[in-house]
């Protein structure tokens, strides 16, 4: 099985992202369509959602980081 680039991976992650700005909720089909629109393998489809949920995790992980730190900062100010 193909393995997705970092190039392929970017374009999928940029065309997710102007989808979901449309659209919530993607499903398998919507990330189908979204290769076949780059040109890509259907083979990578199960990798490119993998892929998707990574980066839309970290996102979320990162949120939360800053959120606590930023908490943190405030009770230092309090203090």
């Given at each position: ?25 993607l499903d398998r089909q919507d990330v189908e369509e979204i290769l076949q ?43």
């Open positions: 099985m193909d393995r997705i680039t970092p190039d392929q991976l970017e374009k999928i992650i940029a065309e997710v992202e102007r989808l979901s700005k449309q659209n919530e909720d629109t780059l040109n890509l393998s259907p083979d990578l489809l199960d990798e490119a959602i993998n892929q998707v949920n990574r980066r839309e995790a970290l996102k979320r992980e990162k949120n939360v980081i800053y959120g606590y730190c930023w908490g943190l900062f405030l009770s230092c100010l309090l203090l």
